[in-house]
């Protein structure tokens, strides 16, 4: 079975502009989490959503959103970026809400320039 | 809030032999979930090791092993017979209960790096 996959892996993007990453679960999990992952630190939650809602978010600017699709799959997007956005960041899914194992994703690599 | 902590930035372990990673954590629950997540360069998070703060017996997982100390509020990995592919960040993280919380994300330490020498 496929494990969790992020795409792009990387993307270089100017200061001001928007970016969409996409994350699909393992086949079977129906909650997906974000993290930011800043050189030299721990991730740091996002989001985490169950059954396409909201059931999570982390202390981070309205500028940060994120939707899950009916097929579980999700999309985090950032607006308006700044340099400070430039991270690793990183998807996990899990089989229920509140489930205490999480599988991690890749990561896609934002440079923000 | 909850927190967690790895004091130890760096740590390196000759090949074979065994390396203790320090991890503290402040909570006021009783109940909670610890782990111990590896990142190697391929950046993927790997679960290495689990422990449910009810449980009393210390979890192990082949050459790795925990020594959780409730009251000292202390969750340090032990490698045993170190390996090369053991070079990685090792991060600890805590997560609440699903009763306790409307949502339940993983709190990170800030991690440590293991380097294996031959």
């Known amino acids: 079975d496929a494990g969790v996959t992020q795409s792009p892996t990387h993307l270089i993007k100017t200061r001001g502009q928007q970016v969409t990453l996409r994350c699909s679960p393992i086949s079977g999990h129906k909650s997906v989490s974000w993290y930011q992952q800043v050189l030299g630190q721990g991730p740091q939650f996002i989001f985490q959503?169950?059954?396409?809602?909201?059931?999570g978010r982390g202390n981070f600017p309205d500028r940060f959103s994120a939707r899950q699709f009916p097929n579980y799959s999700s999309e985090l997007n950032v607006n308006a970026l700044l340099l400070g956005d430039s991270a690793l960041y990183l998807c996990?899914?899990?089989?229920?809400?509140?489930?205490?194992?999480?599988?991690f994703g890749q990561g896609t690599r934002l440079t923000v320039v | 809030a909850q927190t967690v902590t790895q004091s130890q930035p760096e740590m390196s372990v000759q090949e074979a032999e065994t390396v203790t990673l320090s991890c503290t954590y402040d909570?006021?629950?009783?109940?909670?979930?610890l782990f111990w997540y590896k990142q190697p360069p391929s950046r993927q998070m790997i679960l290495v090791i689990r422990q449910e703060a009810y449980k009393q017996q210390n979890a192990t997982e082949n050459r790795f092993s925990v020594n959780f100390q409730k009251a000292a509020k202390s969750f340090s990995l032990k490698i045993s017979d170190s390996q090369l592919g053991d070079a990685a960040m090792y991060f600890c993280?805590?997560?609440?209960?699903?009763?306790?919380?409307?949502?339940?994300?993983?709190?990170f330490g800030k991690g440590t790096r293991l380097s294996v020498i031959a």
């Open positions: 996990a899914s899990s089989l229920a809400w509140g489930n205490t194992e999480a599988f």
């Open positions: 959503y169950y059954e396409k809602e909201e059931r």
């Open positions: 993280a805590y997560r609440s209960p699903t009763e306790y919380a409307g949502n339940t994300p993983l709190v």
């Open positions: 909570t006021s629950e009783s109940d909670y979930y």
